[in-house]
């Protein structure tokens, strides 16, 4: 079977439907389709506040139906391959999808085959993971159970999903040993393959007070190579002193997990993708490299801005636009910058609104407000703001902007 569409979009995520949607207020009669297996949609910016136990994965989780525009084909099907020669999309089926514009952006796919073990002691033996929707859940079951020993939480190499998620999650645990008042009796450790707490120092000082006021302990250039659950031990891969190779064993009552991530394997062996397995995209435009009616956004992109919902609340503007721009044979506009935010929760009831942009330019929304602060009032954007504007803004194609300029920060760069 083929079919034609006038615009197509893989992928059926926060910047699929966010595309589609708007694209829709844009032009009422654009011929629109999305290729998306799954029937279920998760607001994935929550999980954290979900392990932590401050939510629940029913309240972040929406039919996909409901978020697709009736006047949009949903082909519920896995892409398989790209022929962007020809202008066309084949699915796993072996149906064939052609377009006269695509848009690609079936998010990261979650590699735990990668780390030894790990698949099989997933949701079992206090090994967790906020990364989804069938482990969430059971983070909140690990913390909420643990009364002594070592708490260990990881993160691997770069791109994830929110480079800070991976010790939001450690933070929200702490606090509430704190809370219980079994602190003392509680190791919490933090183990990176980094060298920092967070890739940008601006944050990464202040992040680092919040370590200390936790007495957590870090590990930096670990890597974790290998877990078993019944055993209760993680192996871990560093360099040490002279630059030598060496692995550690270490004992564990609790492990939170963040896995490696990449692009879909289709994105991987695909005409459209880079050297790193990623969508080929200009950085500010986010047109592909070399298909000039193909473009790029969210996670899969080849972009190296975080990986975020409040990114690709950005982009979508962008890729919408140029499409239309196209094809009305206009230049296209260079206007995505980078920005990203991640909201690093650093408490149970507050965060740091960590905002920047390509080449770590900070650029902040809220110019009368330190970035590095903790503040109550990001918590509550975390916990009920933030979903709300997902849900009724977002999602649904409505532009929203709070401006944000690397100006802003200027007087808060050089202060302790």
């Not at 999650?169 to 393959?193: L, P, T, W």
């Not at 900070?362 to 509550?380: C, K, M, N």
Request: aromatic fraction near 10%; hydrophobic fraction near 40%; proline fraction near 6%.
């Amino acid at each position: 079977m083929t079919q034609h569409h006038t615009l197509l979009i893989v992928g059926g995520g926060a910047a699929g439907v966010s595309v589609a949607n708007n694209m829709r207020r844009m032009n009422k009669k654009i011929d629109i389709a999305i290729i998306e297996p799954s029937e279920k949609h998760y607001y994935q910016a929550a999980f954290t506040i979900i392990g932590g136990g401050e939510s629940t994965l029913a309240k972040h989780t929406r039919n996909e139906a409901d978020l697709i525009p009736s006047s949009v084909k949903w082909i519920k099907e896995f892409a398989d391959t790209f022929q962007p020669e020809a202008n066309t999309v084949t699915l796993k089926t072996g149906d064939v999808i052609s377009y006269d514009y695509l848009v690609v952006c079936p998010g990261f796919k979650m590699d735990w085959h990668k780390i030894a073990g790990l698949k099989e002691a997933l949701n079992k033996n206090g090994v967790c993971s906020n990364y989804s929707p069938e482990t969430t859940e059971y983070v909140w079951e690990c913390i909420k159970n643990l009364k002594s020993g070592r708490a260990l939480f990881t993160q691997p190499a770069m791109p994830i999903k929110c480079a800070g998620a991976p010790q939001k999650i450690m933070y929200m645990a702490a606090d509430r040993f704190r809370q219980k008042g079994i602190a003392d009796k509680i190791s919490v450790e933090f183990f990176n393959v980094g060298g920092a707490m967070f890739g940008i120092p601006f944050f990464a000082k202040p992040l680092a007070k919040v370590v200390e006021k936790y007495g957590i302990k870090t590990h930096f250039a670990h890597n974790l190579i290998a877990i078993d659950g019944e055993a209760k031990t993680a192996t871990f891969e560093f360099t040490d002193a002279n630059g030598n190779t060496q692995q550690t064993i270490e004992k564990f009552d609790m492990i939170h997990v963040t896995p490696p991530q990449s692009a879909p394997d289709f994105i991987k062996t695909s005409p459209l993708a880079n050297v790193d397995g990623r969508v080929d995209v200009h950085p500010n435009t986010l047109q592909h490299n070399k298909y000039a009616n193909v473009f790029g956004l969210g996670d899969a992109a080849s972009t190296t801005n975080a990986k975020t919902a409040a990114a690709v609340r950005k982009q979508v503007p962008v890729v919408v636009d140029n499409i239309l721009h196209l094809m009305k044979a206009e230049a296209l506009s260079p206007k995505y910058d980078g920005y990203g935010s991640c909201p690093l929760v650093t408490s149970l009831n507050t965060v740091i609104l960590a905002e920047f942009s390509y080449d770590s330019r900070i650029t902040p929304s809220f110019p009368f407000l330190d970035p590095r602060a903790s503040r109550w009032i990001w918590w509550i954007g975390k916990k009920i703001g933030f979903p709300w504007m997902y849900w009724s803004l977002m999602l649904r194609g409505i532009r929203f902007d709070i401006p944000h300029k690397s100006s802003y920060a200027t007087k808060f760069v050089d202060k302790d």
